[in-house]
């Protein structure tokens, strides 16, 4: 039987991430809740929730980690193509509830979704504080592709994207990546690595260097505490260089 330490209500410290699983890879903690404050804590840490709406709160912090420096950004000839047409119109946090709840939809590939009511409730307190971050693909009035995720110091956290329309949620990503390019951040935390985010340019690094990467771009939580983020706005557009 697998053994990970039980977090109550009342407790707040996560284990070190150096205590994680190998397998499955990257299983730290269970229990808890999802406050703004656990929230912040654990993403300062390198911890993010993940589990099925029939489980505990499961609290991970894998290695390998995919994460993707915004320099290393690749777009293909294909992606290229539908950024100089214009596709879609990219806008940041104007929708954020229905890009999480697009999010949330089961896949063709997967009848299920980790992201549950209590989840999406969670991010959408941690977006009205704002620490959570959308950027949204429109065709029309219509969103076609979009994502979410959280921003602490000079590190994005991506959490989930969705794409109706063929590379809207690329296009997002682009636009994601271009803006934060702009603002000095350093990286992109992807979680873990699928062909999706690979084709964009993502890569593993181990956990002590995604660790040393956190101590160097993410204000420890009491400096977190005191600020006051706000939403946020694009203002990069995309060009050929």
């Known amino acids: 039987m697998i053994k990970i330490p039980v977090l109550g209500f009342h407790t707040q ?4 991430i150096e205590h994680a699983l ?3 890879n ?9 406050s703004p404050k656990r929230l912040i804590d654990a993403y300062s840490k390198g911890i993010f929730p993940w589990f099925d709406k029939d489980q505990p709160i499961l609290w991970w912090s894998p290695s390998p980690r995919a994460v993707l420096f915004p320099d290393q950004l690749h777009v293909s000839r294909s992606l290229r ?19 999480i709840r697009a999010c949330s939809e089961p896949r063709h590939y997967s009848d299920g979704t980790w992201i549950t009511k ?26 076609v592709g979009g994502l979410y995720g959280i921003a602490l110091g000079r590190m994005y956290f991506g959490e989930s994207m969705f794409s109706r329309a063929t590379d809207a949620s690329k296009v997002a990503f682009v636009h994601l990546v271009g803006q934060l390019k702009a603002w000095g951040f350093e990286l992109i935390d992807c979680q873990v ?14 956990r002590a260097t995604f660790k040393e990467l956190l101590h160097n771009h993410v204000p420890a939580v009491t400096e977190l505490a005191r600020m006051e983020p706000r939403p946020w706005s694009l203002d990069w557009k995309y060009c050929e260089t």
């Open 13 to 16: 410290d996560f284990p070190p």
């Open 22 to 24: 190998d397998d499955p």
């Open 193 to 206: 690595e699928n062909p999706h985010l690979v084709s964009l340019g993502s890569t593993n690094i181990d």
């Open 81 to 99: 193509k539908t950024l100089r047409k214009g596709t879609y119109h990219v806008t940041m946090d104007t929708a954020f509830a229905q890009v």
């Open 118 to 143: 209590d989840m999406m409730a969670a991010y959408t307190r941690l977006h009205e504080l704002g620490f959570a971050h959308s950027v949204e693909a429109w065709q029309g009035n219509h969103l």
């Open 26 to 34: 990257g299983l730290l903690a269970a229990g808890g809740d999802l």
